[in-house]
């Protein structure tokens, strides 16, 4: 079992949807988790952390925890097309500074 | 306020030779963390530095090594290049156990 696992996708939505992506971890003890997003050739941006299980919202981004299910949603509301890009979940496992990254969910928003 | 920066950006080497790249942190930034990232791949934890020593290291060979310097920038060094160390090596920074922050990588090519 992959430590941290994503649907590679491509998932694809319309422009104005909600786009919603999903991440499991396997290490119960995990602390914290991020969602990056990465445009094709460029290195990793941080859109959103989270700690303590529920939801936080930034923007159009809302991050979703369940340490419980061990998973870690990110939902993208009113997709644009600029949203188009690769998103990466990474997870802290405990006692740990170093993130384990799943391979990555590829979302393309359609006009 | 001056990001995480990292040189050079793009490095084309032939198999067994050695090569270094370097990253300067984000400004208040004290720890340092390599990651490789092969082509469609999430990226892997090479190692992390803190106070000029390796704190944490992941699962690569030790023809990987790095440096940490006064001024908290680092080096990575590959010897022995291997095709399969082709890849996207990205550097991050942090302070304490805060969100780490990339830097725009540099893409190896290993002929």
């Known amino acids: 079992q992959k430590e941290v696992e994503q649907n590679s996708g491509p998932l694809s939505v319309p422009e104005g949807a909600i786009a919603s992506l999903n991440c499991t971890y396997s290490d119960r003890g995990s602390q914290s988790f991020f969602w990056y997003r990465q445009y094709s050739g460029k290195s990793p941006e941080l859109i959103m952390s989270?700690?303590?299980?529920g939801d936080k919202e930034d923007g159009r981004f809302t991050a979703q925890l369940n340490k419980a299910s061990q998973y870690v949603s990110l939902l993208i509301r009113d997709s644009q097309p600029s949203d188009s890009a690769t998103y990466l979940c990474?997870?802290?496992?405990?006692?740990?500074?170093?993130?384990?990254f799943g391979t990555g969910t590829r979302l393309q928003v359609f006009p | 306020d001056a990001g995480v920066t990292q040189s050079p950006t793009h490095l084309i080497k032939t198999r067994g030779q050695q090569v270094t790249l370097r990253c300067s942190p984000k400004?208040?930034?004290?720890?340092v963390s390599w990651y490789q990232q092969a082509l469609g791949q999430g990226p892997q934890f090479i190692f992390q530095?803190?106070?000029?020593?390796?704190?944490q290291r992941g699962n690569f060979p030790d023809r990987f090594s790095g440096h940490q310097f006064p001024n908290y920038s680092s080096e990575l060094n590959v010897n022995a290049l291997l095709l399969g160390d082709s890849a996207l090596y990205l550097c991050?920074?942090?302070?304490?156990?805060?969100?780490?922050?990339f830097g725009p990588g540099t893409r190896l090519l290993v002929l």
């Open positions: 989270i700690y303590s299980n």
């Open positions: 400004s208040g930034h004290d720890t």
């Open positions: 530095y803190y106070e000029e020593e390796e704190r």
């Open positions: 991050a920074s942090q302070t304490g156990l805060e969100t780490q922050y």
């Open positions: 990474a997870v802290n496992p405990v006692w740990t500074d170093k993130l384990i």
